[in-house]
């Protein structure tokens, strides 16, 4: 029994990382758009946040089963309540990516304004924070998860930065308004991006030690 619902584990972690992978890839595309000006990437987001829905409801489905056939208990247990919740938040990044490339076709259309290289900063550390979430689930490290949690704040202050930027130039010049509105929804759903790879460091967490750090906040890992 114990070996069966390993390999079962194991196959849900291995559906995760392909939904992860899928939702890496997406957001990459949609913040590409905006470095390159270009939204020829449009439809294969669009069609990589299809696969992430089915893959959504395929590993919910699979993590249902998995309780009904074992009814695992103690940490293979908050695994599989982990990786559901997961799924959600892989799900809502998906979402994400798609509301950036539909800001950057926005943006495409109106005055540009120099701020594309430091939201793709910005992007890029989001694109960490997720990579990292997932990574520390796939080599259950709850170390690593702690660092994404840390990473949060980083990202909050970045997007308070831009926006705040983007304020001032829209008040000086009238005609970037449209622009820099585009540009300040791309900046929040960077920062919800940030918010969701979080979401999966606590869940981690949870999942190794049964610790709850929901709106408690990071703490250093014993084994640091």
């Known amino acids: 029994m114990n070996r069966q619902l390993d390999l079962a584990l194991d196959g849900i972690r291995k559906r995760l990382l392909e939904m992860g992978t899928a939702v890496e890839q997406s957001v990459e595309d949609a913040t590409q758009a905006l470095l390159v000006r270009s939204v020829d990437g449009f439809e294969r987001v669009r069609e990589t946040e299809t696969k992430i829905n089915r893959l959504q409801v395929e590993i919910d489905q699979e993590c249902v089963e998995l309780i009904a056939q074992y009814t695992p208990v103690a940490r293979d247990l908050r695994l599989v309540i982990a990786a559901i919740k997961m799924?959600?938040?892989?799900?809502?990044?998906?979402?994400?990516?798609?509301?950036?490339?539909?800001?950057?076709?926005?943006?495409?259309?109106?005055?540009?304004?120099?701020?594309?290289?430091?939201?793709?900063?910005?992007?890029?550390?989001?694109?960490?924070?997720?990579?990292?979430?997932?990574?520390?689930?796939?080599?259950?490290?709850?170390?690593?998860?702690?660092?994404?949690?840390?990473?949060?704040d980083e990202v909050d202050s970045e997007r308070d930065a831009i926006v705040k930027e983007l304020l001032e130039i829209m008040r000086k010049d009238s005609s970037k308004v449209s622009s820099g509105l585009?540009?300040?929804?791309?900046?929040?759903?960077l920062e919800r991006l940030g918010d969701h790879a979080t979401n999966i460091a606590e869940d981690v967490i949870y999942a190794s030690s049964g610790e709850d750090v929901r709106h408690v906040g990071a703490k250093p890992s014993e084994t640091e």
Do not use: W
């Open 182 to 189: 585009a540009l300040i929804l791309i900046a929040r759903n």
């Open 87 to 152: 799924t959600m938040d892989l799900e809502r990044m998906g979402d994400q990516a798609m509301n950036i490339t539909h800001c950057v076709k926005d943006y495409l259309k109106e005055t540009p304004i120099d701020l594309s290289l430091r939201l793709s900063a910005m992007a890029l550390t989001c694109r960490r924070m997720i990579a990292d979430s997932l990574d520390s689930f796939l080599r259950r490290d709850e170390s690593l998860a702690r660092k994404v949690l840390l990473r949060d």
